[in-house]
């Protein structure tokens, strides 16, 4: 069966320090990978995008980056953090097939004091 | 306007209720339609997808009107354990999952 790792689970970082969070599937290949925002009391936005290695395709202007280095891993980033970049980060997967849903990891809840 | 809209409630509802959630969406070309449950700081999970003719899965009935472009979730003899925060995704495009804001649901013993 497929499963989704996403981490960590929490994190508080200082405004203008990096960014890094890691999310990998397994029991399946070539997923459509995604990366969510949810603001505290917002809906999902989706931020990234990717339909395999290297295709990125971004949603919302803003400073933070997507990459896919590997056919199953998707990394978000970013160079320097804003108060406004607070939020529960998401990542998901998906298969190729029609009315796929998104399957979703368990989030990772980001702070920037 | 929202590409998806969902009325945010709270429902408060009795144990045993029937209550129904609608969610209107914008894009007539969308073709996947599904209902997610998302607990208090946990992440979304699948609940249903929603199909032409109509589905149901135990208590939960969906149901799809591409006519007037929108989904609706029908809970039957609400548990206290429905109590949960209702989205509504649809598909834009091959690739895009797009989320309404939620509906809100209180089960009250």
């Known amino acids: 069966s497929q499963t989704i790792h996403q981490w960590p689970a929490t994190l508080v970082q200082p405004v203008g320090s990096p960014l890094s969070l890691e999310c990998t599937v397994e029991?399946?290949?070539?997923?459509?990978l995604y990366w969510y925002r949810q603001a505290a009391g917002r809906g999902l936005q989706l931020l990234f995008y990717s339909v395999g290695i290297g295709q990125i395709s971004s949603e919302v202007p803003q400073n933070l980056s997507a990459s896919r280095p590997q056919d199953r891993q998707f990394i978000l980033s970013s160079k320097k953090l804003l108060l406004s970049d607070s939020g529960f980060y998401l990542c998901a997967w998906s298969s190729l097939t029609n009315n796929s849903p998104l399957h979703f990891g368990n989030g990772t809840r980001l702070t920037v004091t | 306007r929202k590409e998806v809209e969902q009325d945010p409630g709270p429902f408060n509802v009795p144990e045993g209720a029937t209550v129904a959630f609608n969610c209107t969406y914008s894009?007539?070309?969308?073709?996947?339609f599904f209902w997610y449950r998302q607990d208090c700081r946990k992440e979304p999970k699948l609940l249903m997808s929603v199909y032409s003719s109509g589905n149901e899965d135990g208590r939960f009935t969906a149901q799809l009107n591409r006519a007037s472009q929108y989904i609706s979730l029908l809970i039957r003899d609400s548990k206290l354990s429905d109590s949960a925060t209702y989205l509504c995704v649809v598909t834009s495009g091959t690739y895009k999952y797009i989320f309404g804001t939620g509906t809100r649901l209180k089960v009250l013993a």
């Open positions: 029991g399946t290949s070539n997923p459509n």
């Open positions: 894009n007539s070309a969308s073709q996947s």
